[in-house]
């Protein structure tokens, strides 16, 4: 075993067998705890029952269907916000009183629980769709705005005083410089809160809610059905590792120039 | 003796205070006249104010008095008529080499057409053919000055200004970057301000030297250099080149000493 150095890059093959052993061990233990009975089974299902309960869902119970609501609603809501946010945070990077006029409201808002609004959401847009949509929307949108605001607030002056002596107008400047020298962060920042987005879904889903992963959820712990409930989460999580791979395939795609 | 294309009259410069502080005196007034074809070095030790004074007349940072005269018009910004080249690599990270000589052009609104015929031009003038498709990141310091060289030539500006644009590179590199500068522009008759505290660099270049006191920045001297052109770079042993050199840096050493006395 070589010695372990601070910052020492680790090589393709052993990053990808030290990353699945995790997740090996992660279940050998889950197995053990519950096939062992150190566990109830009432309150934690095994891998096994695990399985079998998430092959129930998906043949018998239509679980892809719930599936496919949730994922919809997330994108729906996700892209919403995003189309809102990102030339709103833009504008507000590039333009100080734009910046002034908004940035006091945008942080105090993007401490207000997504989920609280939930209730109020029902008393407003009712259960349907709508109201779905509008949780994630309100979750996700004050924060893509303040990050992208930061992000291109920081852009470097140096670029910016480059393009202006080279006869770039102010919108130009915008355009030419402070969009594509951020345009890599803003789509980290949209991969991160579309990572926070599955949260807020969920919880608009245990509420007034026939359809989806969170519906399924709530349903299945009237039944005790830990198993489907387990199932349900880890299908959130491996959308959500897809999710982000491709994500980031994309953005390495999109910004060779970063790499390069 | 050629019109002024430059002038900069009795242009100052004072930073605020910072909390606590002494407002900082970057530059006393400062009067310079540059003709047209002119190729001016500005030489001065570190802190006396030579980018403050490039910036202003690059229209990046204003003047606390005086102006400065392009063509006998004021300048109140930055503009393509002042191409500027930083001391530090300023390419647009996201762009090739080639989309970053056609910035300004695109700015401008020129057909593409139009545009890649210049771009071509320049990617052969600082040797940088076959390297029209590589991202900045790829490029050694040299090869991103030369680029950046090209990217402020392309937009024709009345003017070339440049901050100590080698002062990263090795030697070796920095003598064949000013040979490059030097062949363009005894090819194109461009106008010229170079700064630098290299006095080799300074005289090897220049049509006029021109020597800052150290802060608050004053000038101190303005050298003509008779040397011929085309210069070659064995030039810098002659007996000439030389003399110039040790008036020069009699010139200079008084200056940093102050300015060492001082820090
Ligand atoms: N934005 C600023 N705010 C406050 N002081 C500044 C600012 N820019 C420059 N100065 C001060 O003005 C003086 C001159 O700075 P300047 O950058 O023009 O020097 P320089 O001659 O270019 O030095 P060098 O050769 O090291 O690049 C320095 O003392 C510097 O600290
Ligand atoms: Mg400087």
Same mark, same amino acid.
């Given at each position: ?18 990353? &699945?052993?995790?997740? @090996? #061990?992660? *279940? +050998? /233990?889950?197995?053990?705890? =519950?096939?062992?009975?150190? %566990? ?100 996700? &949108?004050?924060?893509? @705005? #303040?990050? *992208? +605001? /930061?992000?291109?607030?920081? =852009?470097?002056?140096?670029? %910016? ?100 | ?263």
């Amino acid at each position: 075993m070589p010695m372990l150095r601070p910052l020492e890059p680790v090589g393709r093959g052993p990053r990808l067998v030290l990353g &699945v052993s995790f997740f @090996v #061990l992660f *279940v +050998a /233990v889950w197995a053990f705890a =519950t096939l062992g009975g150190y %566990v109830s089974r009432t309150f934690l299902a095994d891998p096994l029952t695990m399985v079998q309960d998430g092959w129930l869902l998906l043949t018998r119970f239509g679980f892809l269907g719930d599936i496919g609501v949730t994922v919809w609603r997330v994108l729906g809501g996700f892209v919403l916000a995003a189309v809102v946010a990102v030339p709103l945070g833009i504008l507000m990077g590039a333009y100080k009183p734009v910046e002034a006029f908004l940035e006091p409201f945008v942080s105090f808002a993007r401490y207000l629980p997504a989920s609280a609004f939930v209730p109020l959401l029902i008393l407003w847009a009712g259960i349907g769709e709508t109201q779905k949509l509008l949780v994630i929307f309100i979750g996700s &949108v004050f924060q893509i @705005v #303040l990050m *992208v +605001a /930061v992000a291109v607030g920081q =852009t470097r002056r140096d670029l %910016v005083e480059a393009a202006y002596t080279l006869g770039a107008t102010d919108r130009g400047v915008v355009r030419r410089v402070l969009i594509p020298a951020n345009a890599p962060e803003i789509a980290e920042i949209l991969r991160l809160v579309l990572g926070w987005a599955w949260t807020y879904v969920i919880v608009a889903e245990f509420i007034g809610s026939s359809s989806g992963i969170g519906h399924m959820i709530i349903e299945s712990q009237a039944l005790l059905a830990t198993g489907q409930i387990i199932f349900g989460i880890i299908v959130i999580g491996l959308i959500g590792l897809v999710s982000d791979f491709a994500f980031k395939a994309l953005n390495r795609a999109l910004f060779r120039w970063r790499l390069a | 003796m050629s019109q002024a294309k430059l002038l900069v009259e009795g242009v100052s410069r004072v930073f605020p205070a910072a909390r606590g502080g002494k407002p900082t005196r970057a530059l006393e007034p400062v009067d310079l006249q540059v003709g047209a074809n002119d190729f001016i070095t500005i030489l001065g030790p570190s802190g006396c104010g030579k980018s403050t004074l490039l910036r202003i007349v690059a229209g990046l940072d204003r003047p606390s008095s005086g102006r400065v005269l392009l063509d006998g018009r004021p300048v109140a910004g930055p503009g393509p008529d002042r191409g500027v080249v930083f001391q530090s690599y300023t390419l647009f990270p996201w762009l090739t080499v080639a989309e970053n000589i056609e910035f300004g052009l695109r700015e401008k609104g020129m057909p593409a057409a139009e545009r890649r015929g210049i771009v071509e031009a320049y990617l052969d003038k600082v040797g940088l053919r076959g390297f029209e498709g590589h991202y900045p990141r790829q490029l050694s310091g040299g090869m991103q000055q030369r680029t950046a060289i090209a990217r402020a030539l392309a937009n024709d500006p009345e003017i070339l200004l440049l901050d100590e644009p080698f002062g990263a590179l090795d030697n070796q590199t920095r003598a064949l970057m000013q040979e490059l500068l030097l062949g363009i522009w005894e090819r194109e008759a461009k106008t010229v301000l170079f700064v630098t505290h290299d006095i080799e660099e300074a005289i090897f270049m220049a049509s006029r030297v021109v020597v800052m006191t150290a802060r608050p920045g004053r000038i101190k001297a303005d050298v003509r250099v008779d040397l011929p052109h085309p210069r070659h770079y064995t030039i810098k042993t002659s007996p000439e080149f030389s003399a110039l050199k040790a008036q020069l840096t009699e010139e200079i050493r008084a200056e940093a000493v102050l300015a060492a006395a001082e820090h």
